[in-house]
């Protein structure tokens, strides 16, 4: 069935520092893939996403890059800051708007 | 404009109860989708309503059913809990007319099964 890879699981870094978070897809027909946020006990916020026609899209500190042909797509934080620290999903849609997410990344950023 | 609300935030079940679960989705959404989220997992895709009918189901027994109402608010209800039930349920509307857009979480419901 649909499954979405995700790497680390943990990633630990300075302030100040870059973060990559990087998935794979197994659906070809995958057109939509969103980055969640999810800090304790809240719900996962949408922070970035792209479609299956863009290679790579940038706000602000946030980028996301997508190769269909390898089914990869990733996640780039650029000046991390303390409040960047939480869990991050990445989520590939395929059928019709059903999501699924990969187990998720934590990021720490220590001052 | 309120976003995706739940009811209720928390609650508490034992073993072999039922639990109904409330979403009404953003305003102007008409599909509604339920995820279940375990305790350091990413949120699992349950089932999926659209102009009241299930639209999609994901891997998950027939004890998980729903309703989706006119006004588009839905229901999840879990018959004859589990331990293993125990998770943090999410609800996520998005417009269902076509296969673009975003979906909008709640901020869910805490579900514990002793």
């Known amino acids: 069935g649909e499954n979405v890879e995700q790497h680390p699981s943990t990633l630990s870094v300075q302030e100040g520092d870059s973060a990559v978070i990087k998935c794979t897809y197994s659906d070809s027909a995958s057109n939509y893939f969103p980055w969640y946020k999810q800090e304790l006990g809240k719900r996962p916020q949408l922070i970035i996403d792209i479609r299956s026609n863009v290679g790579e899209k940038k706000d602000q500190r946030i980028a996301v890059t997508l190769n269909k042909t390898a089914k990869h797509f990733s996640l780039h934080i650029t000046e991390t800051q303390p409040e960047d620290s939480a869990v991050y999903f990445c989520?590939?849609?395929?059928?019709?708007?059903?999501?699924?997410f990969g187990t998720g990344t934590r990021l720490l950023v220590s001052p | 404009d309120a976003g995706v609300t739940q009811s209720p935030t928390h609650l508490i079940k034992t073993r072999g109860q039922q639990v109904t679960l409330r979403c009404s989705p953003k305003?102007?959404?008409?599909?509604v989708s339920w995820y279940q989220q375990a305790l350091g997992q990413g949120p699992q895709f349950i089932f999926q309503?659209?102009?009241?009918?299930?639209?999609q189901r994901g891997n998950f027994p027939d004890r998980f059913s729903g309703h989706q109402f006119p006004n588009y608010s839905s229901e999840l209800n879990v018959n004859a809990l589990l331990l293993g039930d125990s998770a943090l349920y999410l609800c996520?509307?998005?417009?269902?007319?076509?296969?673009?857009?975003?979906?909008?979480f709640g901020e869910g419901s805490r579900l514990t099964v002793l």
């Open positions: 996520a509307s998005s417009l269902g007319g076509t296969n673009t857009g975003e979906l909008f």
């Open positions: 309503y659209y102009e009241e009918e299930e639209r």
């Open positions: 305003s102007g959404h008409d599909t």
């Open positions: 989520a590939a849609r395929t059928g019709f708007q059903k999501l699924v």
